[in-house]
């Protein structure tokens, strides 16, 4: 039955919020914003019809509080809730409470959520919708024995999942019965661990990650508004997303969309949502599962499709008719901005954003919810905005994407920038030698991260410059400059000295107060970089554990007084919803624990001790 959406709750925040606000009041529906006390200067509270604080200092008081949230809802007399991505956007419970409320939940039904949000019970759907999920077990895990069956029997490597993980946490990639044990022996369910959490699959390697941007009404309408490819990926999280997917036979095509469309059918799917899948080189194409939600990089769908999604959504959830998909206009590719060093594998970073420029011109689209002068906290997400590049196909697309990035220019915390130019510029991603496209899900960590293995091995995340170790933040320290506008012979030329020298020439520019752009954050920083990654590496002579980074401790996996063998994980760390793993760099005992789940911590604190004398009884 039709109900109008007239008043919009947005039980979100960031660049997602604002970008519901916009189509809101295009369509002229009143919202309602809520913030967390680090957001109240957002752009989009500022922008809201209303704007309601959520009191705390985590998610759990604020962004996922559902029965605030509810109450803002009743307060406002709000008739709908938009979740946006992340967050409640696919939680069971509060879509239920909101239909209660009688307000229309802008999205699937919470029974859709139940079937769909646990990856066990969607490779159940996957199966009765006949859609052919990547080989696996559609069973937590139960014992070491189904774990080494499993392995022999597919072989390695393989992946251990969380079953309710989601943006590329809770994924291990196990590569021999070594490391099958020492996933068995961290998360043993006997030992208060999270074994019966996971289930296993088989690793599908060099396969490109394919999805499909798909919508269904309440009227049984089905379509496709796009494909992407995300294959350009970190830590299983998604860097780089471009629509339509590229160099796709139509067969492929044809049969991600029926596969879709089975599986909206299947569980009676109203809304929008994504279906994902592993396309390997061979052409097989594996479910992975369904996104029941707007996801990011809905925003190269919207630049192919010519529809604004966000639109099309509020249109179903209030029991209209979806717009058919049009054929495909052009190419577009986003980019995801994020707080994070590619001279540190990618690490999360913090601080203050001191300067901004975003770039402009035909085909660019600027997604973002933060302004200059802004400071992005490790508490929350890292992504910072998205820059979206579209033209008429994707080799021009290619060329306006590396204009696009000489024009960006991000000061005060670590983007991955520099990273993106080198991507933009490899003929591996854009096919320009006139080879057969060849990136897969793991080509840029193969291609430009992870290039300290032994310092992975040593518990630590792996550097792609070598700042991750003292010698290599000397290196970075050295390289660091500064670049100044002069003029000579009346023609503006740019002169780049290194800052040693500057910082060091009395009555320099500084000196003299000249105005320029403060240094961003990620120069000074690296001082605490080496002094963390000097302690990461001294670790196997000293038993000191470091943080290698500003983040929470979620877990701790040992006790004081266990032994310890190499490679054993002893601490989890969250940094800006991003998991890490620090493990034992060498064998030994636990002689003391520093920190608890819920501690917050910074590059270079110690979390664990250990006696690395003690290795004769450590296994």
Same mark, same amino acid.
């Given at each position: 039955?039709?109900?109008?959406?007239?008043?919009?709750?947005?039980?979100?925040? +960031?660049?997602?919020?604002?970008?519901?606000?916009?189509?809101?009041?295009?369509?002229?529906? =009143?919202?309602?914003?809520?913030?967390?006390?680090?957001?109240?200067?957002?752009?989009?509270?500022?922008?809201? $019809?209303?704007?309601?604080?959520?009191?705390?200092?985590?998610?759990?008081?604020?962004?996922?509080?559902?029965?605030?949230?509810? /109450?803002?809802?009743?307060?406002?007399?709000?008739?709908?809730?938009?979740?946006?991505?992340?967050?409640?956007?696919?939680?069971?419970?509060?879509?239920?409470?909101?239909?209660?409320? +009688?307000?229309?939940?802008?999205?699937?039904?919470?029974?859709?959520?139940?079937?769909?949000?646990?990856?066990?019970?969607?490779?159940?759907?996957?199966?009765?919708?006949?859609?052919?999920?990547?080989?696996?077990?559609?069973? #937590?895990?139960? /014992?070491?024995?189904?774990?080494?069956?499993?392995?022999?029997?597919?072989?390695?490597?393989?992946?251990?999942?969380?079953?309710?993980? +989601?943006?590329?946490?809770?994924?291990? !990639?196990?590569?021999?019965?070594?490391?099958?044990?020492?996933?068995?022996?961290?998360? $043993?369910?006997?030992?208060?661990?999270?074994?019966?959490?996971?289930?296993?699959?088989?690793?599908?390697?060099?396969?490109?990650?394919?999805?499909?941007? @798909?919508?269904?009404?309440?009227?049984?309408?089905?379509?496709?508004?796009?494909?992407?490819?995300?294959?350009?990926?970190?830590?299983?999280?998604?860097? &780089?997303?471009?629509?339509?997917?590229?160099?796709?036979?139509?067969?492929?095509?044809?049969?991600? &969309?029926?596969?879709?469309?089975?599986?909206?059918?299947?569980?009676?799917?109203?809304?929008?949502?994504?279906?994902?899948?592993?396309?390997?080189?061979?052409? =097989?194409?594996?479910?992975?599962?369904?996104?029941?939600?707007?996801?990011?990089?809905?925003?190269?769908?919207?630049?192919?499709?010519?529809?604004?999604?966000?639109?099309?959504?509020?249109?179903?959830? %209030?029991?209209?008719?979806?717009? #058919?998909?049009?054929?495909?206009?052009?190419?577009?590719?986003?980019?995801?901005?994020?707080?994070?060093?590619?001279?540190? *594998?990618?690490?999360?970073?913090?601080?203050?954003?001191?300067?901004?420029?975003?770039?402009?011109?035909?085909?660019?689209?600027? /997604?973002?919810?933060?302004?200059?002068? $802004?400071?992005?906290?490790?508490?929350?997400?890292?992504?910072?905005?998205?820059?979206?590049?579209?033209?008429?196909?994707?080799?021009?697309? !290619?060329?306006?994407?590396?204009?696009?990035?000489?024009?960006?220019?991000?000061?005060?915390?670590?983007?991955?920038?520099?990273?993106?130019?080198?991507?933009?510029?490899?003929?591996?991603?854009?096919?320009?030698? +006139?080879?057969?496209?060849?990136?897969?899900?793991?080509?840029?960590?193969?291609?430009?991260? *992870?290039?300290?293995?032994? %310092?992975?091995?040593?518990?630590?995340?792996? @550097?792609?410059?070598?700042?991750?170790?003292?010698?290599?933040?000397?290196?970075?320290?050295?390289?660091?400059?500064?670049?100044?506008?002069?003029?000579?012979?009346?023609?503006?030329?740019?002169?780049?000295?290194?800052?040693?020298?500057?910082?060091?020439?009395?009555?320099?520019?500084?000196?003299?107060?000249?105005?320029?752009?403060?240094?961003?954050?990620?120069?000074?920083?690296?001082?605490?970089?080496?002094?963390?990654?000097?302690?990461?590496?001294?670790?196997?002579?000293?038993?000191?554990?470091?943080? #290698?980074?500003?983040? !929470?401790?979620?877990?701790?996996?040992?006790?004081?007084?266990?032994?310890?063998?190499?490679?054993?994980?002893?601490?989890?760390?969250?940094?800006? =919803?991003?998991?890490?793993? !620090?493990?034992?760099?060498?064998?030994?005992?636990?002689?003391?624990?520093?920190?608890?789940?819920?501690?917050? &911590?910074?590059?270079?604190?110690?979390?664990?001790?250990? /006696?690395?004398?003690?290795?004769?009884?450590?296994?």
């Amino acid at each position: 039955m039709a109900q109008s959406v007239n008043k919009l709750l947005i039980a979100n925040r +960031g660049e997602i919020a604002l970008r519901v606000v916009r189509t809101a009041k295009e369509m002229g529906i =009143k919202t309602v914003s809520v913030y967390a006390e680090q957001d109240r200067d957002g752009r989009y509270v500022d922008m809201a $019809d209303e704007a309601y604080l959520l009191s705390g200092d985590t998610y759990k008081d604020t962004y996922l509080n559902e029965d605030l949230l509810i /109450d803002i809802l009743h307060r406002t007399g709000a008739d709908a809730v938009h979740p946006g991505y992340g967050f409640l956007s696919e939680v069971p419970s509060f879509a239920q409470k909101v239909e209660d409320a +009688g307000a229309i939940w802008v999205g699937p039904h919470h029974t859709a959520l139940v079937d769909l949000g646990d990856k066990i019970t969607a490779r159940r759907v996957a199966l009765r919708a006949k859609v052919p999920p990547v080989p696996g077990l559609s069973e #937590p895990v139960e /014992d070491m024995r189904t774990l080494l069956d499993f392995a022999h029997t597919h072989g390695y490597p393989i992946m251990m999942k969380r079953t309710d993980g +989601g943006g590329g946490h809770g994924i291990t !990639v196990v590569h021999d019965d070594e490391e099958l044990r020492r996933f068995y022996t961290n998360h $043993d369910a006997l030992q208060g661990g999270d074994l019966k959490e996971y289930f296993i699959e088989k690793f599908i390697d060099k396969a490109r990650h394919v999805e499909t941007q @798909s919508g269904r009404d309440s009227h049984g309408n089905f379509t496709v508004y796009s494909t992407r490819d995300c294959s350009l990926q970190r830590r299983n999280q998604k860097l &780089v997303e471009e629509a339509p997917a590229p160099f796709l036979p139509q067969e492929i095509t044809d049969t991600l &969309v029926e596969y879709s469309r089975r599986l909206f059918t299947t569980v009676d799917y109203v809304g929008l949502g994504t279906c994902e899948f592993m396309v390997t080189p061979n052409g =097989k194409v594996y479910f992975l599962e369904v996104n029941p939600r707007l996801q990011v990089e809905h925003t190269v769908s919207e630049e192919v499709s010519g529809l604004d999604l966000v639109r099309e959504q509020l249109v179903i959830a %209030s029991g209209g008719t979806l717009t #058919p998909a049009p054929e495909p206009r052009g190419h577009s590719f986003e980019l995801r901005i994020t707080s994070e060093d590619p001279a540190k *594998n990618l690490t999360p970073g913090a601080g203050t954003l001191e300067r901004i420029q975003w770039p402009a011109g035909p085909g660019v689209r600027i /997604d973002t919810g933060v302004e200059q002068g $802004d400071t992005i906290s490790p508490k929350f997400d890292s992504m910072m905005g998205k820059v979206i590049v579209t033209a008429q196909d994707r080799a021009a697309a !290619v060329s306006r994407v590396r204009r696009v990035l000489d024009e960006l220019v991000i000061e005060g915390v670590p983007t991955p920038i520099p990273l993106f130019k080198e991507i933009f510029r490899n003929d591996d991603f854009t096919a320009e030698g +006139g080879h057969p496209f060849a990136v897969s899900t793991k080509w840029l960590e193969r291609t430009y991260l *992870n290039r300290e293995p032994d %310092s992975a091995r040593a518990g630590q995340p792996a @550097s792609l410059a070598g700042a991750g170790t003292a010698q290599g933040a000397a290196e970075a320290e050295k390289d660091r400059t500064e670049t100044f506008v002069i003029e000579m012979n009346d023609r503006r030329v740019k002169l780049t000295v290194p800052l040693d020298i500057v910082e060091n020439i009395t009555g320099s520019a500084r000196a003299r107060g000249a105005k320029r752009p403060t240094q961003p954050l990620r120069g000074a920083g690296l001082h605490n970089v080496a002094a963390a990654g000097q302690s990461a590496n001294d670790g196997v002579q000293s038993g000191v554990i470091a943080s #290698p980074m500003q983040a !929470v401790v979620t877990r701790i996996n040992v006790s004081e007084g266990q032994q310890v063998a190499k490679g054993d994980l002893l601490v989890v760390l969250e940094s800006m =919803k991003m998991e890490n793993y !620090v493990y034992a760099p060498a064998a030994g005992e636990v002689t003391k624990i520093f920190v608890g789940p819920a501690d917050g &911590v910074e590059a270079g604190d110690t979390l664990v001790t250990l /006696d690395v004398t003690k290795k004769e009884a450590a296994k």
